[in-house]
């Protein structure tokens, strides 16, 4: 089994900031495992703001543990090793899933759950703005097919936020699903608030209303509205930690921030063990690391919308963007992550 590292640099559209960085950009690198005739790809492209590592430490890593196991150290090893680095970790086991995938004649997804779903519902993204705005972006997300919007919350007033929610609940109609995330910028008692405030217009859940997983739990106790976490659990740990408190439904999950499609699968499997809904999203990846939550989706197998409509934020892209066809990505026939790269 040979590795070998491909350094990519994707613009974006429009830059956008974080708490930490602008982004105008996604670097990272495409990881490569080749043998006997079977290929298998896996990413590398840590967030800034994000993620643990820069892109200069995940690369110096994943080159030293390729190095590892070309030097005949065991895999499952050389992977435990990479707990600090899960882009790494997730980088080296999604290219060694998707070859073993391909190698068997699977879809990745099947590889992950025989019983996965051949396709994959995605909800449009309606960012922060004025309240006419974000109506506006919603209905015209909804006239594409989209029958899930997540919108989000906590950056404008929560004056702001309740009559944003208000008018896009307003332009989408009844009949579409409409989740908040807040990204935890709120305080508990503002939390609360706009909780309350706009638990009549059939919110599905809030992601991250404040931050912590402690606090996620102390809020959802009174909360009308289900509440989720997203950067709050980063790790397997740390999802099982948010699923004991008994207090949060549903749990969103990176394949490649939390360390891999296997790792992601486990936190997938004990979401379900615990009644709770596993929502899978992309950290704004280039079309491998898309295909690789898009895989972990369908895995999941549950009739609900994920966050994979993230490829149009990209100017350029390592691989052709997924047909997006009335909020529905169809995986294809083809084995592992059904891509051919240049
Ligand atoms: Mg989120």
Avoid at 18 to 24: I, P
Avoid at 37 to 54: A, F, L, N
Avoid at 112 to 136: E, F, I, K, M, W
Avoid at 143 to 157: D, H, Y
Wanted: glycine letters at 10%; a negative charge.
């Amino acid at each position: 089994m040979r590795f070998s590292v491909t350094p990519f640099d994707l613009a974006l559209v429009v830059p956008f900031t974080t708490a930490h960085a602008t982004v105008s950009s996604r670097s990272g690198m495409l990881v490569t495992v080749i043998d006997g005739g079977h290929v298998g790809h896996g990413e590398v492209s840590p967030m800034p703001g994000w993620s643990p590592i820069d892109t200069d430490r995940a690369g110096a890593l994943l080159l030293s543990s390729i190095t590892a196991v070309d030097a005949g150290r065991d895999f499952d090893d050389v992977l435990d090793d990479l707990e600090d680095a899960p882009e790494v970790r997730a980088g080296l086991a999604g290219a060694v899933a998707d070859f073993a995938a391909r190698r068997r004649g699977l879809s990745l997804a099947q590889f992950l759950d025989p019983d996965a779903l051949t396709s994959v519902a995605v909800n449009a993204v309606v960012g922060s703005g004025a309240p006419v705005q974000s109506a506006a972006t919603a209905r015209e997300a909804v006239g594409r097919g989209f029958a899930t919007i997540k919108m989000k919350v906590g950056v404008e007033s929560p004056e702001i936020d309740i009559r944003r929610v208000a008018e896009v609940r307003e332009a989408i109609g009844p009949g579409v699903e409409l989740r908040l995330d807040a990204n935890g910028g709120w305080s508990a008692r503002d939390a609360q608030r706009v909780l309350d405030a706009v638990a009549l217009y059939d919110i599905s859940f809030c992601e991250e209303p404040v931050s912590g997983i402690d606090a996620i739990a102390a809020l959802g106790a009174s909360s009308p509205i289900p509440l989720a976490v997203d950067e709050s659990a980063r790790t397997v740990d740390d999802v099982a930690r948010a699923l004991g408190t008994g207090a949060i439904d549903v749990v969103v999950i990176k394949p490649q921030a939390i360390g891999g499609p296997d790792l992601a699968m486990r936190a997938v499997r004990l979401a379900l063990e615990f009644g709770a809904t596993p929502v899978v999203t992309t950290m704004i990846d280039s079309g491998v690391g898309v295909r690789h939550a898009l895989h972990v989706a369908a895995a999941a197998g549950l009739p609900l919308a994920h966050g994979l409509a993230t490829a149009a934020m990209l100017a350029e892209d390592l691989a052709e963007p997924l047909r997006i066809i009335d909020g529905v990505i169809t995986l294809g026939t083809e084995s592992g992550l059904g891509v051919t790269l240049p």
